[in-house]
C-alpha cells in the first residue's frame, strides 16, 4: 500500500460522498417534457445541488422552490433556493415549506412536478399539523434528537404532526404527474423515512407515533397529543387516488457509496468487507461491536484476513446524557478507540456524509493506534470524554477531526475501519 493509512480512509470517504453527488446522479432520472409546465420543488440538505444538477440538464422551461440547510445554497438561474434551519426547524422553513404549496397550486394532468428530497428535509419543512405551533415542533424536535429514537421513529412522529409530510404535498400536487428524485439518507432506504416522505404514501399510523412518543418519554404539548389521539394528524396511505400519478425513483444511497469506497480500497490492495449500510444502535454501543471484529481480524483473520478494511453505514443514535460536544459518529469513533485500546495496525474514520455530525460543523474524525496514548499524555481520560457525550471535544483537541465543509449530499453515516 502506498499510501498512509490516514490517506486511504480519507479518499475512500470522498469516494463515498462523490457516488452521492448530484451531478452525477441526476443525468439518468431525467423525464420527458411534459404539455404542461415543469415545476421543481424539494427539500434537505442535497436538494440545491439537485436543483442545481437539474436545472443544467433539463432541456425545457423549468420554475420551482427548495430548501435546503443554512451554508448549502448553490446558485441556481430559475429555481429559487431558500435556506433554513437544521435539525431544529425555524420560521424560515416554515415560510418556504409553506410556499411550496403555492408552488404546486392549480397544477393541471398536463403538468410535470419534479420534486428532490434528500436527508435534512425534515427538519426544513416544519408545517405544524391542526393545533400544532412551531415552538411545539421545535421542542418535540429536541427531544426526539435527545431520546435515542431511531430516524425511522423520529421521523413517524414528524409526519403525523406535520401538514406537509406524510404525502400532503403530493396531494397538493394532484392530477399533475410527479417525479420523486431521492437521495437516501435512512437505514432501508424507505422513501417514506426520507425527509419524512412529503410526496410519498406512509403505512404507519397515529398509533403508532403514539406508541413511540410513550416509549421515549416524550412530552408532548395538549395540541400535538390531541392531533394524535384524534387520528385527525393520519398520513396518506397506499392506494390515495392523489397518489395515484407519484413515480419515486431512489438516486443515490448508503450502499452505493460504500460500493464506491470499496473501489478504492481494491485499488490499493486492500479487500473491503461490508458490513451493512443500515446498521442502527446506540453509537457507543456500535462501537464497541465493530472494534470486537476488528479484534477478531487481528487475532484469528476472521471473518476476513488482513490487509482488510470493514465498510459500513446506517444511522446510529445518542441518548445525551452529558454535556459535551458530540456527534452520533465521533460517539461511535470513541467508543471503538476504546474498545481497540491501541491495537497494532488498527485505523478508522467515522463521519457524516453531509459534513455535519451533530450539530457541530465537522463531519467527524480519525482514529489510529496512538489516539488513546496522545490523549492519556494530553490530560484527556477517554472514558471521561465519552461519558460526557464529547467525542468533538476529544478529537478537537487531538487534531484528528475529519471536516469537509458542506458536501452537498447526504447518504447518512460512513464508517471504515482499516486492519494491517
Known sequence: MNLSPRELLTRMFQAAVRAAQPEHCIPAFLPQRPKGRTIVIGAG???????????????????????????YAVPCERIEIVEAAHPVPDE??????????????????DDLVICLISGGGSSLLPVPGAGVTLADKQAINRALLKSG???????????????IKGGRLAAACAPARVINLLISDVPGDQPCDIASGPTVADPSTCADALDIVRRYGIELPAGARALLESGAGETLKLGDERLARVETHLIATPQMALEA????????????????DRIEGEARDVGKVLGGIALQVRAHNQPIPAPCVLLSGGETTVTVRGQGRGGRNVECLLSLAITLDGAEGVHALAGDTD??????????ALIGPDTLPRAWAAG?????????????GFFERLGDSLITGPTLTNVNDFRAILVL
Not at 424560515?92 to 394532468?109: D, H, K, N, S
Not at 469506497?261 to 451493512?276: C, F, N
Request: charged content about 20%.
Open 92 to 109: 424560515a422553513g416554515e415560510i418556504a415549506a409553506r410556499r411550496l404549496f403555492e408552488q404546486v397550486a392549480g397544477l393541471t394532468a
Open 355 to 364: 459534513g455535519v455530525d451533530g450539530q457541530e460543523e465537522i463531519a467527524g
Open 149 to 163: 429514537a431511531t430516524i425511522s421513529e423520529m421521523n413517524c412522529v414528524r409526519r403525523h404532526l406535520s401538514g
Open 380 to 392: 484527556m481520560p477517554p472514558r471521561a470524554h465519552l461519558d460526557d457525550n464529547d467525542g468533538h
Open 45 to 71: 440538505k442535497a436538494s440545491a445541488a439537485m436543483a442545481q444538477a437539474f436545472e443544467r440538464h433539463w432541456a425545457g422551461p423549468i420554475e420551482g422552490l427548495v430548501v435546503t440547510r443554512y451554508g
Open 261 to 276: 469506497a470499496a473501489s478504492v480500497a481494491r485499488a490499493a490492495g486492500i479487500m473491503p468487507l461490508l458490513l451493512g
